[in-house]
């Protein structure tokens, strides 16, 4: 199983970014996935989470109202849209996928057990 994020860089605050994290190995449609972000010195952190076939999303108070998650029909590719992005967005942004199904989209790094490569966002003020 392979998480491969992208579509992280460099912009200036108040721009957008979308990150994109394609799932292969296995179908995700019947799990969580979700985003966690790691800025430097700090623990890693949930960002965003997306039930099962779409059916839900979960936001941290930090972005919300920012960022959108999404995914595809399939299941297998999950996006962060991110907007209005402020210089504390800067972290290493990291996909992750649930093992199994859930009802209810977790925010703790335990609940998920396949992670990307994560992807470098830098927010320049």
């Known amino acids: 199983v392979q998480l491969q994020a992208s579509g992280g860089g460099l912009v200036q605050t108040g721009g957008s970014l979308r990150l994109s994290c394609a799932a292969s190995?296995?179908?995700?449609?019947?799990?969580?996935m979700g985003w966690f972000r790691q800025a430097p010195g700090k623990e890693r952190e949930f960002v965003a989470g997306?039930?099962?076939?779409?059916?839900?999303?979960y936001y941290a108070e930090s972005v919300k109202g920012r960022f959108t998650i999404s995914r595809d029909n399939a299941g297998n590719t999950v996006y962060l849209q991110m907007n209005s992005l402020k210089p504390e967005d800067t972290a290493v942004y990291y996909c992750?996928?649930?093992?199994?199904?859930?009802?209810?989209?977790?925010?703790?790094?335990?609940?998920?057990?396949?992670w990307g490569q994560g992807t470098q966002v830098t927010v320049s003020s």
């Open positions: 992750a996928a649930d093992a199994r199904w859930r009802a209810e989209v977790k925010n703790a790094r335990e609940e998920y057990a396949y």
């Open positions: 190995g296995r179908t995700f449609s019947n799990n969580v």
């Open positions: 997306i039930k099962w076939r779409a059916t839900g999303t």
